[in-house]
Each structure stands twice: as structure tokens, then as C-alpha cells.
């Protein structure tokens, strides 16, 4: 099978990026870490809001914020900064996530800690949805006051297709575009575009861990090193998506031309998606 090479020059591209201020949830590693370097080399100014950094920090010249996305009082002091610092919050990518592999029944009673309960429901719907509304309202709120911005939430291609053992990381980001297109239709009279992107299979972020392709590989009846990566029998295009890919996506949504889009989720899957 032919496969596509990937070759993008942001900076050609968005100029108009040049100055503006974007806060990436999430932003000190995996896809977000993508997101912030792609929007750097744009000419942006990316603010990584992030759990793992301090405040006033910089990782390769983006400056940092601490956040803890479940944290009214964090958000806020976050959003806060960042208009201290910036003046304005042009973007906010919603990034921070998190996944833990759980069945909703273990049915071969061996493995109990990979049935979903109650815990690990919360962590993933504390940080996935409860997270994503607090960073949105408020970002939206200083954005009301410039009078414009562009909100892009990620969100999964298994937030549309469904995964085995995944089933409430799927349903988080199900949440995440019923998010979407409301917020697109409360905040667009205000110049407020909220549009989405749903990655499907990436390329290695370096964030999963041996206990989180055990848990994975349980809940697909499978060993870990069992664990698929022969993505031409599940990806028309036959290879997994590139991190830099996604930031490519991003940039292009928090960018004027895509002036027109809200309140969708696109999806960035190689076509394995239904849509």
C-alpha cells in the first residue's frame, strides 16, 4: 500500500497567528505538547496549562502555567494569569486528558482492579468533562470581554465509534462534542467559534505506561505484546496518525480560515471513522 508522507509547514500557512495568545490544557506532553510546538512555530504564543509545571516557567520558550483542571479556584487563577501576562486569551485548546482501560464487567473474574467502578469513573469524567467545562467558562468569559476567541476541544475518534474497555473514556469524549455543539450555538453570536478534533489511532506519545497495555490488553482478552500495530488491517490509509498532525489540525481550527466552522467535531483518523 502507497502510504502518505507527512510534510506541513505551519508558519507558510497562518500567519494571522503571529502574537495571538493560546492556552493548551495539557500542554507539557503527549498531543498537547504537539499542539504548543506547532502553534510556536505559527508565530503564537502558546501557554502550556499543565498539573506537572510551575508557574512562570518556560519549557523550549512557552511559558507555563500550573493547573489543576478539576479546580474551580485553579482554573481560574490559570485563566487569570494568562490575562496578566497576555492581556487577552485568544485560543484555548482543551487538551488535558486522561484514559484508564476498564471493563464493565470482568467477566473472567481475574482481574477485578480492570472492572470500571466508581474511582476510576470519576477521575476520567473529573478531568475529561468537568475539566473541559471549567477551562471553557473561563476562557469564554474573558473572551466575551475582547470579544472573540476560538475554543478547540479534543475529543476521540472512540468518543463517536466506541472501544472495547474504554467505555467511559468514550463516553467522556461523547461529552466532549455534545459540549461542542452547544457551545457553538450559545457562543457564536458573540464571535466565539467552539469546534472540536477526535484523533483515532497516534503514533506512541510516550504517556502509556506497562500498567496502562496491561489493562488494555485484559480488557481486549489479549497479552500486551499481543496488542495490535498492524494498523493496515483497521486504517484505510494503513499507518497510525502523526502528533504533529494533530498540532497541524489545531492550528488550522484556531486559525481565520476556519472562520466558518464550529460546532463539529472533525475527525483526524487516517478514514477509520464512520464519520
Known sequence: ???QDYTFEPRALYPELKGKCAIITGGA???????????????????????????????????????DVTSPDSVQAMADAVVAKYGKIDALVNNAGINMPRLLVDAA?????YELNEASFGKMFDINVKGVFLCAQACARQMLKQGGGVIVNMSSESGKEGSQGQSAYSATKGAVDSFTRSWAKELGKHNIRVVACAPGIMEATGLRSPAYNDALAYTRGCKPEELSTDYSKVIPMGRDGKLDEVGDLVAFLVSGRASYIAGTTLNISGGKSRG
Open 109 to 113: 473474574g481475574e482481574r477485578p482492579e
Open 29 to 67: 506532553s503527549g498531543i498537547g505538547k504537539h499542539v504548543v510546538s506547532t502553534l510556536q512555530a505559527a508565530g503564537a504564543k502558546p501557554v502550556i496549562a499543565d498539573i506537572t509545571v510551575e508557574t512562570g516557567a518556560e519549557i523550549d520558550g512557552a511559558w507555563c502555567v500550573k493547573c
Open 1 to 3: 500500500m502507497l502510504k
